[in-house]
């Protein structure tokens, strides 16, 4: 094609691309932001997941220095090492889960969405902002990364957020509103090894981080437009896995939200 003729269908492509919402569901662990994501999915062509990377956390590939360029890699569960030594392993953990996170939340959104009829909206399970004002900040109040660390991690966030941060700006945020105890019974059920260690106080801890960024707006943040992100907060202390009537009540609010 003419130069001229690219950059119509270029142009064409940043504008189809740029109606492309982001929306992020964020919300303690286990109450139900993989099910409830799934459900706005399927609720809503226009609407496409794009999923938490937690398997690659749980598989992480090193190779010692005494093997290099022989021995098969070794496979490191690093979710798992981290809840069972966070003093070590919290600062690396938290590290990596972001940088994985920070490819998602950059890949451009699936071509169907381009071509949508609606408003299409590309959803995230958590952000790189619940990376560092949720965990990685309750972790440094927990003493498990230290404050050099807390400083070396703020560090590279801050950086690559200003560098990146405008191709990953979210438009929305759904905040799952749940009691810790309720969470600690959803975590329980669902019996991932790594979180067999986890305590209602943890889980009391994670609230309380969310309830200062989401609601009592009493977080610090750095990033200007992350101030101005709306949030939707929806009740998800109900049971809304296999009711289909909280179900509807639920989409609804969300659709009447961000329409
Ligand atoms: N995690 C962490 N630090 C992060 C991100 C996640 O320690 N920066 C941990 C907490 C959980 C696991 O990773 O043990 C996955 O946490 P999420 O709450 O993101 O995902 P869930 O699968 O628990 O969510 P849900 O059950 O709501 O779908």
Excluded at 21 to 36: C, D, H, Q
Excluded at 75 to 81: R, Y
Excluded at 194 to 204: A, F, H, I, S
Aim: with cysteine; charged share 20%; proline share 5%.
């Amino acid at each position: 094609p003419s130069s001229s003729a690219q950059l119509h269908i270029d142009t064409k492509h940043m504008d189809s691309l740029s109606r492309v919402k982001r929306v992020s569901i964020e919300g303690n662990i286990a109450v139900g932001k993989s099910t409830f994501a799934r459900l706005l999915q399927s609720q809503n062509q226009d609407w496409e997941v794009a999923q938490e990377p937690i398997s690659k956390w749980q598989s992480v590939e090193s190779t010692s220095s005494q093997a290099v360029g022989s021995a098969q890699p070794t496979v490191s569960n690093l979710l798992q090492m981290m809840y069972q030594d966070p003093q070590r392993w919290s600062y690396t953990f938290q590290t990596f889960s972001c940088m994985s996170r920070m490819r998602t939340q950059l890949q451009p959104p699936p071509a169907r969405l381009l071509y949508a009829q609606g408003t299409p909206v590309q959803v995230f399970e958590r952000s790189v902002y619940s990376d560092r004002y949720i965990f990685a900040l309750n972790m440094f109040e927990l003493g498990c990364i230290s404050a050099v660390e807390w400083a070396v991690y703020q560090d590279w966030h801050s950086f690559l957020l200003e560098q990146f941060g405008h191709r990953a700006q979210l438009e929305g945020i759904i905040y799952l509103q749940a009691p810790p105890e309720t969470c600690m019974a959803r975590l329980r059920k669902r019996g991932r090894g790594e979180e067999r260690g986890v305590q209602l106080t943890y889980l009391e801890k994670l609230h309380v981080q969310h309830e200062n960024w989401l609601v009592n707006k009493s977080t610090e943040l750095h990033f200007e437009h992350l101030k101005q992100v709306p949030v939707l907060t929806v009740d998800a202390s109900v049971e809304f896995e296999r009711d289909p009537e909280v179900q509807e009540r639920l989409i609804t609010q969300v659709q009447t939200f961000f329409s």
